[in-house]
């Protein structure tokens, strides 16, 4: 498909508007984005807070229960980036529109921007968190709200973006 679609275009690129390939396109390159930016939110978020984590356990390693569940929360942003990806790709189709292929892109750029930030900025919180732990261990349950509140932001896009793919 991809060798004929790469053929026509080169020889008659109007056909290839009219048969919906550029709507295609365009959401292919929509939802491509949102997992690729949550996947790059939350590999900078886990490298952030799996760099403290290994600080903290080489002093003491009896602390990371405390520690695990702030070294993952950024994990979450891929996850959801995911999510959007297998759902908004059941929408794309060969005969999209321009305009439909646009509307799916839009759809899914909530998660995908938020994704991307909140992955960052959770792992920055969970980070001091997880130093906190390695002062004073009895810390860890209540640290744990700081960096759970900007994961609210991420499900705020995640739901968007969910609500929006369900009208394109």
């Known amino acids: 498909m991809i060798t004929s679609l790469l053929e026509e275009a080169v020889t008659d690129v109007s056909a290839v508007a009219d048969k ?9 390159i929509g939802v491509a984005l949102c997992v690729i930016l949550c996947g790059i939110g939350s590999a900078i978020g886990l490298y952030k807070t799996g760099s403290a984590a290994a600080g903290v356990l080489g002093e003491d390693p009896k602390k990371f229960g405390k520690v695990l569940v702030l070294v993952l929360l950024p994990a979450t942003q891929g996850i959801y980036g995911f999510i959007i990806g297998i759902i908004a790709s059941s929408t794309v189709a060969v ?9 799916l892109f839009g759809a899914v750029l909530p998660m995908a921007v938020s994704g991307l930030l909140t992955g960052i900025f959770q ?11 390695g002062k004073q261990e009895s810390l860890g349950g209540k640290l744990i709200i700081y960096p759970a509140m900007i994961e609210f932001y991420a499900i705020l896009g995640l739901i968007i973006s969910i609500m929006l793919v369900a009208v394109v």
Do not use: H
């Open 95 to 103: 005969g999209l529109t321009l305009s439909q292929g646009w509307a």
């Open 123 to 133: 792992g920055k919180s969970a980070v001091n968190c997880i130093y906190a732990v």
């Open 20 to 28: 919906g390939y550029t709507g295609f396109v365009m959401a292919m």
